[in-house]
């Protein structure tokens, strides 16, 4: 009985470390699909960037155009109050279009950063959960070895024995 006792106890032993190791490398990918999210939402912010400045070039294009144009059609040349008033709202435009791409910077920044560390909680939790795993596997062999693998009797353990006090008071001369 003592025997399939121990035998029972070993399986329940395996199975548990081998469910803590799966549990770890599950939380690992889990971490690792997590930074890959971030990776993806900062390359689609780095689209939005690019459609962005196709958007604001074909703004800057079209009011260049059609100030020359009407002034064409009308025999003016474009030149002082209305290359001002123009080259104003080019400049307008292009600052808008800077503090849009400056947000979207400062958002990749942040998922760049999350990303890092989803990476390093992945690590840490793969790391955690093989240690626990082995730290448990440990005890359990250790358990084993106490009811069912004959362990030496070690009674004598703390029961006081000093070998300070056994030894000689003095040293012997050399």
């Known amino acids: 009985m003592a025997v399939a006792t121990g035998t029972l106890f070993a399986a329940a032993a395996g199975m548990q470390a081998a469910s803590g190791i799966a549990s770890s490398i599950s939380?690992?990918?889990?971490?690792?699909?997590?930074?890959?999210?971030y990776k993806l939402q900062s390359?689609?912010?780095?689209?939005?960037?690019?459609?962005?400045?196709?958007?604001y070039r074909t703004k800057r294009n079209q009011l260049q155009g059609s100030v020359i144009a009407k002034a064409g059609h009308s025999g003016v040349k474009v030149s002082g109050s209305v290359a001002n008033s123009i080259s104003t709202s080019l400049t307008e435009m292009g600052m808008e279009e800077s503090y849009k791409?400056?947000?979207?910077?400062?958002?990749?920044?942040?998922?760049?950063y999350k990303q890092r560390l989803a990476n390093i909680n992945a690590k840490n939790a793969l790391v955690q959960g093989l240690s626990k795993t082995a730290t448990n596997a440990l005890m359990n062999y250790a358990t084993y070895q106490h009811?069912?693998?004959?362990?030496?009797?070690?009674?004598?353990?703390?029961s006081g024995w000093n070998p300070a006090q056994s030894a000689p008071a003095r040293k012997p001369n050399l």
């Open 27 to 37: 939380e690992y990918e889990a971490g690792r699909q997590q930074a890959n999210q």
């Open 43 to 55: 390359q689609q912010l780095e689209l939005q960037k690019d459609i962005i400045t196709d958007q």
């Open 101 to 112: 791409k400056f947000g979207i910077n400062m958002e990749q920044n942040n998922l760049h």
């Open 147 to 158: 009811y069912w693998g004959g362990v030496e009797d070690m009674s004598g353990q703390g």
